[in-house]
Structure formats: structure tokens, C-alpha cells
T-cell receptor, first 114, second 116 residues
Framework: AQTVTQSQPEMSVQEAETVTLSCTYD???????LFWYKQPPSRQMILVIR??????QNATENRFSVNFQKAAKSFSLKISDSQLGDAAMYFC???????????FGAGTILRVKS | GAVVSQHPSRVICKSGTSVKIECRSL??????MFWYRQFPKKSLMLMAT?????????EQGVEKDKFLINHASLTLSTLTVTSAHPEDSSFYIC????????????FGQGTRLTVV
């Protein structure tokens, strides 16, 4: 079974600084998708960024980028120029290519200090 | 983008009663929807996969008679918590798979259930 591990329960970052959230996963599949979701205090799940495993290029979305290391099964999220609105719980998630289920990590609470 | 609406956002019910939570895909048809449970500051735990026109697939350890799922149309799935107890109090979230966007799942805003 696939597992997703987020080893940082909480992280803090100063406004305008950069922070990296870690995620590792375990799978025997070669094709799959990885996601980072943000859950702010409203509890609404918001997709931050998506990475297809067959793509070597790291995904980027404005201030958000990932470092995808397929061999190491690592998928970290970098948030640049952190803003107060980035404060939330962040979940790393895995999905098989032709599967339906998302497997979530335990989450990382990100605090942004002004 | 695709919109998933969940109702109600908050509900309080008495022990022993049943409560129904609705999950609707507003601008697309969803043959597959998912129901999650989330405890405070914890991850989402998948409870079941809801398939339109067929029985839901429950995850191991989830009582299917306790958490009834009905996916009667392509835009609506319901989760009914039967004979609710205080330990059923939790945050319940649904998500729907968009047929034209196979990589993403779209989430409802969640329902906070409190059983008193």
C-alpha cells in the first residue's frame, strides 16, 4: 500500500522569507500523481500544486514550486516570499495514475510571522 | 473551475438521531465522489468511495451500517450518520472527481458535526 509521510508537524516562516515543507512517499508504481493541498482555517481544501511522476521538470505555480526527486521518493514544497495568507495546514497527497483515491500525509501546520 | 458544494456546513444533533450531509457537484457530473473524516489538526481519512448508481466502497474499519452513503444522481451524494453518538462528532469532507480533469479532485467546504 502506498504511504505518504510528512515529518514536520509544524513550521514557521517570517513574512517574505522562503520555507520548504518536506514530503516522502512509498510506492511500487512508476506512474502516479503527487499533490500539495492547502487547508486554511476555513477548512476548505485548496489545490496548491500538482506533479505528474513521468515529468522530470519540477512543477511551479507562482510562488510555489516543488522539488520532485523520483528515485528518492521525495516531493518537497517551496514557498517563496511567504505571505500571511499562506498560513494553513499543508497536506502532501499521492494518487495512482489510474486510481481514484488520494492518500494524504499527516499534514504540516505552517505559521507565518509578520 | 469545478465547484463542489457541501451542506450543511455545521450541524448539531442529539445522540441517537440520524443526520444527513449532502455533497453536490454544481457544474459537472461526478460519477465518483469520496467521503473523508478529519479530526482536529489531523489528516483526512478516507471513509468511502461513492459511485453513482451502485453501492459505495467502504474503507477497512468503517461501519457501512453506521455511515450510509447514497449516490443517487450524477451530481449528488449523501452521507447519513445513523444513530449518532458523541464519538461521531468530527469534520466530514466530500470530494468529487471531474470526468474531464482526471488528475484532480475537488473538495466541498466540509461539515462540522457535533453530537450532543
Amino acid at each position: 500500500a502506498q504511504t505518504v509521510t510528512q515529518s514536520q508537524p509544524e513550521m514557521s516562516v517570517q513574512e517574505a522569507e522562503t520555507v520548504t515543507l518536506s514530503c516522502t512517499y512509498d510506492t511500487s508504481e512508476s506512474d502516479y500523481y503527487l499533490f500539495w493541498y492547502k487547508q486554511p482555517p476555513s477548512r476548505q481544501m485548496i489545490l496548491v500544486i500538482r506533479q505528474e511522476a513521468y515529468k522530470q521538470q519540477n512543477a511551479t505555480e507562482n510562488r510555489f514550486s516543488v522539488n520532485f526527486q523520483k528515485a528518492a521518493k521525495s516531493f518537497s514544497l517551496k514557498i517563496s516570499d511567504s505571505q500571511l495568507g499562506d498560513a494553513a495546514m499543508y497536506f502532501c497527497a499521492y494518487r495512482r495514475e489510474y486510481g481514484n483515491k488520494l492518500v494524504f500525509g499527516a499534514g504540516t501546520i505552517l505559521r507565518v510571522k509578520s | 473551475g469545478a465547484v463542489v458544494s457541501q451542506h450543511p456546513s455545521r450541524v448539531i444533533c442529539k445522540s441517537g438521531t440520524s443526520v444527513k450531509i449532502e455533497c453536490r457537484s454544481l457544474d459537472f457530473q461526478a460519477t465518483t465522489m469520496f467521503w473523508y473524516r478529519q479530526f482536529p489538526k489531523k489528516s483526512l481519512m478516507l471513509m468511502a468511495t461513492s459511485n453513482e448508481g451502485s453501492k459505495a466502497t467502504y474503507e477497512q474499519g468503517v461501519e457501512k451500517d453506521k455511515f450510509l452513503i447514497n449516490h443517487a444522481s450524477l451530481t449528488l451524494s449523501t452521507l447519513t450518520v445513523t444513530s449518532a453518538h458523541p464519538e461521531d462528532s468530527s469534520f466530514y469532507i466530500c470530494s468529487a472527481k471531474h470526468p474531464g480533469m482526471h488528475t484532480e479532485a475537488f473538495f466541498g467546504q466540509g461539515t462540522r458535526l457535533t453530537v450532543v
